[in-house]
């Protein structure tokens, strides 16, 4: 059998995994508070941004490592686990502008506008699973991203040349930290 043989073998045992097949669920209670804030129920937007999300980049991660000399040669020693960058999404925006409205919500609810008053970590931060799917549906993974709250709303452009297009509304979530679970 040759190597091709075995890649579409293996291909039609295991299958292949879609970047397109995922599902974002947003938790806690903070995120209930802060759908109140949005004039939204936390089911109603849950369901919101699973339906408009585009495109979510799941982080990586990586090993802080330092050059120790103990005797003889260099070694890198590992000290620290690093999560790199933010967690970007990319939505479609509904005619209400809802979601934009949710993460603008959020950001005033963490720096109140009025005041510049910081609001208590512990009190805006929540929790969201992205779920990696089959084309069955069925669940490989879920990244449960810890301490999320909403860094960066990019701004949108309005153009006369975008006519033929929609409104795509980018966000930045900072997190602390993330653990992937696999199914079976």
Same mark, same amino acid.
């Given at each position: 059998m040759s190597n091709i043989d075995d890649i579409i073998s293996n291909i039609e045992k295991?299958?292949? /995994?879609?970047?397109?097949?995922?599902e974002l669920i947003f938790a806690g209670e903070n995120f209930n508070n802060i759908c109140g804030l949005a004039d939204s129920s936390p089911i109603q937007m849950n369901r919101l941004l699973r339906t408009s999300c585009e495109s979510v980049v799941i982080p990586g991660t990586s090993i802080a490592s330092? !050059?120790?000399r103990v005797h003889g040669p260099l070694r890198?020693?590992?000290? !620290?686990? /690093?999560? *790199?960058?933010?967690l970007n999404l990319t939505f479609r925006l509904d005619e209400a502008g809802l979601i934009r409205k949710f993460f603008l919500a959020w950001q005033d609810f963490i720096v109140k506008p009025e005041t510049h008053d910081m609001e208590y970590y512990d009190n805006y931060i929540c929790g969201l699973d992205i779920q990696q799917r089959t084309k069955n549906d069925d669940i490989v993974f879920t990244a449960k991203v810890q301490e999320i709250y909403p860094k960066q709303v990019n701004p949108l452009n309005l153009s006369f040349d975008s006519r033929d297009t929609y409104h795509k509304q980018e966000v930045s979530l900072a997190f602390r930290l993330? !653990? *992937?679970d696999f199914e079976n």
């Open positions: 295991q299958g292949i /995994l879609s970047p397109a097949r995922y330092k !050059e120790i890198e020693i590992p000290y !620290e686990r /690093l999560y *790199t960058g933010d993330f !653990e *992937t």
